[in-house]
């Protein structure tokens, strides 16, 4: 090989390995934003077979604090629409990066080939 194409080859190499990693990080989010989302949606479940007349809390912090039953259902709902459009957005990226990667690797192989 020659040193431009061996330059190439490692460049090529890092810019895989860099790529697999961020696939790999949005992955971790996506699971992380599900996970939260399904949460939500069992806390919403939960308050939703609780009388309208019990009293409910809020985590602030270290403390909780007593919050008004509809404005939880609110705020866990607006909570699950951000997460859907959080996961739907990384799914975009995922596909856009794993695009990216077939194309590092068919730039890869062709390096090794003209070896």
């Known amino acids: 090989m020659e040193i431009l194409?061996?330059?190439?080859?490692?460049?090529?190499?890092?810019?895989?390995?860099?790529?697999?990693?961020?696939?790999?990080?949005?992955k971790q989010r996506i699971q992380i934003a599900e996970n939260d989302r399904k949460k939500c949606l069992i806390t919403?479940?939960?308050?939703?077979?609780?009388?309208?007349?019990t009293k409910t809390y809020k985590a602030v912090g270290k403390m909780f604090v007593i919050s008004p039953m509809t404005s939880l259902k609110t705020e866990l709902k607006q909570q699950v629409q951000k997460d859907e459009?959080?996961?739907?957005?990384?799914?975009?990226?995922?596909?856009?990066?794993?695009?990216?990667?077939?194309?590092?690797?068919?730039?890869?192989?062709?390096?090794?080939?003209?070896?």
């Open 44 to 53: 919403i479940n939960e308050l939703e077979s609780l009388s309208s007349e």
């Open 5 to 26: 194409d061996k330059q190439a080859f490692f460049e090529t190499r890092e810019k895989l390995y860099t790529l697999s990693r961020s696939l790999n990080i949005i």
């Open 85 to 115: 459009e959080d996961v739907k957005g990384l799914i975009n990226q995922s596909k856009y990066i794993d695009a990216q990667i077939t194309d590092t690797e068919r730039s890869l192989n062709e390096l090794v080939r003209k070896k």
